[in-house]
């Protein structure tokens, strides 16, 4: 497993290798559409920087995966995009995914230490059963060059209250039953992405972690699309990003995100 031991150690002062913060421009913002979109904007004036973080304390319109709004309560959430230059080529588009949701449980874990915290394939920060957030990354594609990343993470934090109309979701302080320090959080979970980033970790044991927090894994899953339900045992994912599936008979699915459902 990664070792956290330093971060653990200084999370609340916010000590630790403060360089590699440092020099990373964060905009904090009241209130936006998305930050996803300031990125996209930022990027399409050639004012982004690496390593550029936007912040907001409320959204209007903020983005979730497959073209679904993500909804969080002003003020009690973490609404955060980080724009970066991967150091990955196009075709490893799923190991930076994979390393950003590392680096959110990973930081997650140290806040809700007796709280499990899994990876919903492909980017869901699950606490137990419940959704506790999630990441969407945008890219930008220019030729042959992957040149720019956006990565968008949602995630709820200070709410104390189940949302009936949301009821497969919760957050850090439901979860531990703590308020959680929500700067240092953010700050914790910026330096676990641009630490791992900076370290070139290698891909395989990227993975390897990713699906050591893989949600119900061996485990029997509930699957859906538009005709049908099943069941299967959820396995691992690949480098691909592929969900591997393993069914009663013996035979294996390699499912792609989007054409089908994972059933809470």
């Not at 806040?111 to 899994?118: G, I, L, P, Q, R």
């Not at 709410?159 to 700067?183: F, V, W, Y």
């Amino acid at each position: 497993m990664f070792d956290n031991n330093l971060v653990r150690k200084n999370t609340h002062s916010l000590g630790l290798n403060s360089q590699i913060l440092a020099n990373k421009p964060i905009i904090e913002l009241d209130e936006i559409d998305s930050t996803n979109n300031y990125a996209m904007r930022l990027i399409d004036a050639d004012s982004a920087q690496d390593g550029m973080t936007i912040t907001a304390a409320s959204q209007s319109n903020g983005k979730g995966q497959r073209g679904k709004q993500w909804t969080a309560a002003p003020y009690q959430s973490i609404l955060m995009s980080i724009i970066i230059r991967p150091p990955f080529v196009l075709s490893e588009q799923f190991t930076l995914s994979a390393l950003v949701a590392v680096a959110v449980a990973d930081a997650v874990q140290q806040f809700c230490e007796t709280s499990e915290v899994k990876i919903k394939w492909t980017n869901d920060i699950m606490l137990g059963d419940k959704k506790a957030g999630g990441i969407l990354i945008e890219n930008i594609i220019r030729g042959s060059q992957w040149s720019y990343a956006v990565i968008g993470i949602g995630l709820n934090v200070l709410q104390s209250h189940r949302n009936p109309d949301l009821p497969h979701a919760t957050s850090l302080k439901m979860a531990s039953g703590n308020d959680i320090e929500m700067m240092a959080l953010r700050d914790v979970i910026r330096l676990q992405i641009f630490s791992l980033l900076e370290q070139s970790i290698d891909p395989v044991f990227l993975l390897q972690r990713y699906n050591e927090y893989l949600y119900k894994r061996n485990q029997l899953q509930l699957f859906n699309n538009d005709e049908k339900e099943w069941t299967a045992i959820v396995k691992s994912v690949t480098k691909e990003g592929k969900l591997v599936a393993a069914f009663p008979d013996g035979s294996i699915a390699y499912y792609t995100h989007g054409f089908q459902n994972w059933v809470y």
